[in-house]
Nanobody, 119 residues
Framework: QVKVAESGGGLVQAGGSLRLSCAID????????VDWYRQAPGKQRELVAT???????EYAESVRGRFTISADHAMNEVYLQMNNLALEDTARYSC?????????????WGQGTQVTVSS
């Protein structure tokens, strides 16, 4: 079983920075990719950033240039460095870890961590 736990959220003023962490216990499985999602009240969940085991990275247009995703080599820790935070970045941020089983993706969610940006 893969376990995922996010941390690092909190209250920050607009223009500030936070670093979110996603701790992954792969249970012996190889994690192939990790996504950071966010969901604000009343809004659809949004894919924020993705990192793969080959260190390929992708970002949503809304965060490109402000957020940076990174991971250790084993994908046991995945980070989301968030700079120049804006009010619209307020959301619950969740981590999704994916492994491949029989050619099919199997994904695991964490509980999420709240990020609140104040003016």
């Amino acid at each position: 079983q893969v376990k995922v736990a996010e941390s690092g959220g909190g209250l920050v003023q607009a223009g500030g920075s936070l670093r979110l962490s996603c701790a992954i216990d792969g249970g012996g499985f190889v994690i192939s990719s990790v996504d950071w999602y966010r969901q604000a009240p009343g809004k659809q969940r949004e894919l924020v950033a993705t990192i793969t085991k080959s260190d390929s990275k992708e970002y949503a247009e809304s965060v490109r240039g402000r957020f940076t995703i990174s991971a250790d080599h084993a994908m046991n820790e995945v980070y989301l460095q968030m700079n120049n935070l804006a009010l619209e970045d307020t959301a619950r941020y969740s981590c999704l870890a994916t492994r491949i089983s029989g050619g099919m993706p199997v994904s695991y969610w964490g509980q999420g961590t709240q990020v609140t940006v104040s003016s």
